[in-house]
């Protein structure tokens, strides 16, 4: 961990406090299970990138259109990034600036809506996300949301049930992705619909962008309209967003993007991005990706097998969701012990849940960050002892903390 500690020592002598914070929290992660779902791992060279001399401008605009003089590396560095995401998602048009997942939904949002127009989007309590809807959130003040669900009995997506909402609400966009959703979204399926109600088809992929890209989980980038993604989760670079669109849209998505959501773009981030968008082409990447996959199942199949309910009987992503009702205990009880044991998760609900969302009846498991600690099917068996072991109050702590060793994060 030399580099680290290279890393840190300006820091250490100006600012002693915040520089004991981070190492604290260095600490933390290497000695906790990480099974938080839309967290992941970067690369030491992912945190290089963003570490460098690039957050001094501003370079508000696009490249050859910026605001401000002394801009030409800039220019070099976001053609640079644009270019590899149209590559690794075969896309005709990227926008590499949004800060973040939610910045590149409400751009989307902005561009091709009026505030009270229609949404069909997926319901938060089934697996969406805060910017589908949400009455807290920004896109359920300024637009009208009807929101599909998942079936009570098998808890996928039906289809012809989507259909019938968009036939009798006409929505402008049809939002299909989720945060919490198990199983493959079916984005052909999607397009059918808007295009026999007229909307478009926003792709929302922030999960499961890592998986798309290494060719795990069907593609939505030949039928939806825009795409929009965040890149910290399964695809593991830095914070912040990207949206992909049509060539007929990209005018309309860059001027919402900028001016009309944000400013000044982060050209360190926008430096780690590009990187991203190189190391989601290689060999390794994909093998990773694959990794997931089998480990999420795993870990599934052996939860199940110890008798927990999994929602909608398994999964075929990056995710699971159990329902702890037969545990007798809540999300809220079940993240908390957890967290006793070093395992850190989060609460979540389950389809038709009678619990509120700050207590719901679930827990939401994901491995993007154990995989990019190395970890493979066999730590996934124990992985799922512990989980049981840790909510019947067994002391499993010190099990966990040795399991943390043997696959460190940054060596
Ligand atoms: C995480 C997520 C977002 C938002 O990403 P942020 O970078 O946290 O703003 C948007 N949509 C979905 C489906 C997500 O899971």
Not at 172 to 179: D, E, H, R
Not at 243 to 270: N, R, T, W, Y
Request: charged share 25%; hydrophobic share 40%; glycine share 8%.
């Amino acid at each position: 961990m030399s580099w680290f500690h290279q890393n840190i020592k300006i820091l250490e002598k100006i600012d002693p406090k915040v520089a004991e914070i981070i190492k604290k929290e260095l600490l933390r992660q290497e000695l906790t299970l990480e099974l938080i779902a839309s967290e992941n791992f970067v690369t030491e060279a992912i945190m290089q990138a963003e570490a460098q001399v690039l957050t001094n401008k501003y370079a508000e605009g696009y490249p050859g259109k910026r605001y401000y003089g002394g801009c030409e590396n800039y220019d070099l560095l976001e053609n640079l990034a644009i270019e590899r995401a149209k590559k690794l998602f075969s896309a005709e048009h990227a926008n590499v600036q949004p800060h973040s997942g939610s910045q590149a939904n409400m751009a989307v949002y902005f561009a091709f809506l009026e505030p009270g127009n229609k949404v069909l989007a997926m319901d938060l309590s089934h697996g969406g996300h805060l910017t589908h809807g949400s009455p807290i959130n920004f896109s359920g003040k300024l637009y009208k949301f009807i929101h599909y669900g998942v079936e009570k009995d098998s808890e996928v997506l039906n289809y012809e049930k989507i259909r019938k909402l968009a036939l009798l609400h006409r929505p402008k966009i049809i939002v299909a992705g989720a945060s919490a959703y198990p199983r493959k979204i079916d984005f052909a399926e999607f397009r059918k619909i808007a295009d026999e109600v007229g909307a478009y088809l926003l792709a929302d992929i922030a999960h499961i962008a890592g998986l798309i890209v290494a060719g795990l989980h069907p593609d939505p980038v030949p039928y939806a309209d825009f795409v929009t993604t965040t890149l910290q989760k399964t695809l593991r670079g830095p914070r912040g967003g990207l949206i992909l669109c049509k060539k007929e849209f990209a005018e309309k998505i860059d001027k919402a993007v900028f001016p009309g959501v944000q400013s000044g773009p982060q050209m360190h981030i926008i430096a780690a991005k590009a990187l991203t968008f190189l190391l989601a082409k290689t060999r390794e990447f994909k093998d990773y990706q694959k990794q997931i996959i089998l480990n999420t199942r795993t870990l599934a199949q052996k939860l199940s097998e110890k008798g927990f309910r999994i929602v909608s009987g398994g999964t075929d992503n990056h995710l699971l969701i159990v329902d702890l009702r037969q545990n007798n205990i809540t999300g809220k009880e079940g993240q908390e012990i957890l967290e006793e044991a070093n395992i850190v998760t989060n609460k979540n609900t389950i389809p038709f849940d009678s619990q509120s969302p700050f207590i719901t009846s679930g827990i939401r498991l994901g491995t993007p960050c154990v995989t990019s600690r190395g970890m493979k099917e066999g730590e996934m068996e124990e992985i799922a002892l512990y989980i049981q072991q840790a909510l019947e109050k067994k002391e499993i702590k010190q099990k966990v903390i040795d399991i943390c060793k043997r696959f460190p994060i940054y060596e």
